[in-house]
């Protein structure tokens, strides 16, 4: 009983202290009849600790059924920098709206966050953060900055137990802000740290370098063979391997605090990859015959097999509820394979894969192999599919005035996703990049509900309609990183465009 009382006690004492949330009341809206067109919303809220706070509106047209009509031309006490207090005031320009809105029998909600996150609406299954660094979220804001994504990729690691965020539910506060979204962590195909994790990193990857430390792959000259600089290679062609990799996965899932919907398969190819400037000698040996890998159909051939062996096994262990996204360039281009996955992650579209630089490849339904294609061959099961889009360059050019000026990819790969159900513009959790993928958070919030249809083809133009407005993109040189112009409206008004710009002093 002692042990029992103290282990409980430490950790309380390792819990993290929240600051009171804020509280929401006597949220009213009423439409003047001055013929203005301009309806007032005030609220009260709330704050036990008095913290500045980010306070987002959302919008209801049919009951509360759904909350993603577009909130346009809003002023007041609304966004960021906003105190507590009574009376809390937002003008609400209906009349500035290009179509025909009525207010009578709309609903509002006013959403306060105390840790800088503004909860605005967007469309769904468009927006995924991805982010493979050493999380701590217990960071102020960041499990708020995760939950408004509608797919979340992780590390496993960082949030089962031992990880850095292990100790505490992360996963639930991100599902109780917002219960659609899915949390998948990282996890390898095939290799293993190069140097045992001390302890005071992620516990996982400790236990995953012991287990497969007896798997390591060796090189035809007897070398240790490594797919990066810091990392080795595993023999995993060898059953036991595969074995201890799953066991690992599984335990870590069905134990941990954080229980997450799936996990993120890095990577799938058809043979094993390697940078050639690698200090190794020698070519991956997996069958131990003294040829090398890619000389070696015969191996290659139980490689992919094996692969598929890995998410056979996970699944016949979590069950077909438990998401799977594959990385890597083997289920881009074999639809079998793809079948087997919930997702594909395209991990530097569309300048790996597809025929580079004409990026309209990837959205011509008529070529083979084409987003069209891949959304069709992945499970449908789970919300899928989830095929992701990211590129971690950056979009730089001189405009007119000589100045250096960024274009967001995470923006561009927006407006294609909109365009196909079940694409996701990545994007990461914080300002900057660690080096991964793409950058910050979208600059403007799109809601435009549900789509009505496909998308349409006009020569170089593609358009989709939603409830609330419509995406429209014309191919211009096709060539990434600047391939189409595109245009976002919502209720009539142009919310989102690009078209390179000319700099405005």
Not at 71 to 82: A, E, H, T
Not at 184 to 212: C, H, I, M, N
Not at 334 to 360: H, I, K, R, V
């Amino acid at each position: 009983m002692r042990k029992v009382h103290l282990f409980l006690f430490l950790l309380f004492l390792a819990a993290p202290v929240y600051a009171a949330d804020p509280v929401v009341s006597n949220v009213r809206m009423e439409q003047r009849r001055d013929g203005s067109g301009f309806v007032d919303i005030t609220y009260n809220v709330h704050d036990a600790d008095g913290d500045t706070l980010a306070v987002a509106l959302r919008l209801s047209d049919d009951g509360g059924t759904t909350w993603d009509f577009p909130v346009l031309n809003c002023s007041g006490d609304i966004g960021s920098g906003i105190l507590p207090g009574s009376q809390k005031a937002i003008l609400w320009d209906v009349g500035g709206i290009p179509e025909s809105v009525s207010v009578t029998g709309m609903r509002v909600e006013v959403l306060a966050s105390d840790e800088g996150v503004v909860h605005a609406p967007s469309s769904p299954a468009h927006i995924a953060i991805t982010d493979f660094s050493l999380l701590d979220l217990s960071v102020p804001g960041m499990v708020e900055r995760f939950a408004r994504a509608d797919l979340v990729q992780l590390r496993g690691s960082s949030v089962w137990t031992g990880g850095v965020s292990g100790s505490t539910d992360v996963v639930g506060r991100m599902r109780a802000m917002n219960p659609d979204v899915k949390v998948v962590g990282y996890v390898s195909v095939k290799a293993t740290p190069r140097f045992r994790p001390g302890d005071k990193e992620d516990l996982f990857w400790q236990v995953w370098w012991d287990r497969t430390e007896p798997y390591w792959l060796y090189t035809t000259e007897g070398d240790t063979a490594q797919d990066w600089y810091t990392s080795v290679l595993l023999n995993i062609l060898i059953p036991e391997c595969r074995q201890v990799m799953v066991e690992t996965i599984v335990e870590f899932q069905r134990s941990s605090l954080n229980q997450l919907d799936g996990i993120y398969w890095d990577y799938f190819n058809r043979a094993l990859w390697v940078p050639r400037d690698l200090p190794v000698n020698g070519d991956p040996d997996m069958d131990l015959d003294g040829i090398g890998h890619w000389d070696d159909p015969d191996e290659m051939a139980a490689y992919r097999l094996a692969c598929e062996d890995l998410v056979h096994a996970v699944r016949d262990s979590m069950g077909e509820d438990f998401i799977q996204i594959f990385n890597g360039q083997r289920a881009y281009a074999d639809s079998t394979f793809a079948s087997l996955a919930d997702g594909l992650m395209y991990e530097l579209y569309p300048t790996l894969f597809f025929p580079d630089p004409d990026m309209s490849t990837s959205l011509d339904p008529t070529f083979d192999k084409s987003l069209f294609d891949a959304s069709r061959w992945v499970r449908h099961t789970n919300g899928g599919p989830y095929l992701v889009l990211a590129n971690k360059n950056q979009n730089l050019f001189f405009d007119t005035e000589q100045e250096l000026t960024q274009i967001s990819t995470g923006n561009q790969f927006r407006a294609v996703a909109l365009l196909l159900d079940g694409v996701y513009a990545s994007w990461n959790s914080h300002e900057g990049t660690n080096g991964i993928h793409t950058f910050g958070w979208p600059e403007q919030d799109i809601s435009l509900g549900d789509p009505l249809g496909p998308v349409r083809f006009e020569g170089d133009f593609m358009r989709r309609d939603f409830r609330y407005g419509r995406v429209e993109l014309e191919w211009t040189d096709r060539d990434f990183p600047d391939p189409f112009d595109y245009r976002i409206w919502s209720l009539g008004q142009l919310v989102e465009t690009l078209a390179i710009p000319v700099h405005i002093p």
